[in-house]
């Protein structure tokens, strides 16, 4: 059973930092699409950053780059968002999120993701 479990979120200062942890659990990253979103209230949710297959290029938001920087450690089984120099419209609850890859030749990672953890609140004050 493919398990995602986020933590590591809170209130935070605008210009600080965070890094959420998502672990995972019943997959192998070499075999999945990882991905970090957020929905702020009112909003729709977006994808954040991603990475396909535990390699190639790492995808990132245009608001986030330069700012957030996606990790993983294999021996873990989880995966990290380090977020610096927050903003107050990065305030959101982030998710990660986790979806089987069947095909290879790309590494674009913006997908429909199938499973998904059950959230942490970033709280970022001006």
């Known amino acids: 059973e493919v398990q995602l479990v986020e933590s590591g979120g809170g209130l935070v200062q605008a210009g600080g930092s965070l890094r959420l942890s998502c672990a995972t659990s019943?997959?192998?990253?070499?075999?999945?699409?990882i991905g970090w979103f957020r929905q702020a209230p009112g909003s729709e949710r977006e994808g954040v950053s991603c990475?396909?297959?535990?390699?190639?290029?790492?995808y990132y938001a245009n608001s986030v780059k330069g700012r957030f920087t996606f990790s993983s450690d294999n021996a873990k089984n989880t995966v990290y968002l380090q977020m610096n120099s927050l903003k107050p419209e990065d305030t959101a609850v982030y998710y990660c999120?986790?979806?089987?890859?069947?095909?290879?030749?790309?590494?674009?990672?913006?997908?429909?993701?199938?499973?998904w953890g059950q959230g942490t609140q970033v709280t970022v004050s001006s």
């Open positions: 990475i396909r297959n535990n390699g190639g290029r790492t």
């Open positions: 019943g997959f192998t990253f070499d075999d999945y699409a």
């Open positions: 999120a986790a979806t089987p890859i069947y095909y290879s030749g790309t590494d674009y990672c913006w997908l429909e993701y199938d499973y």
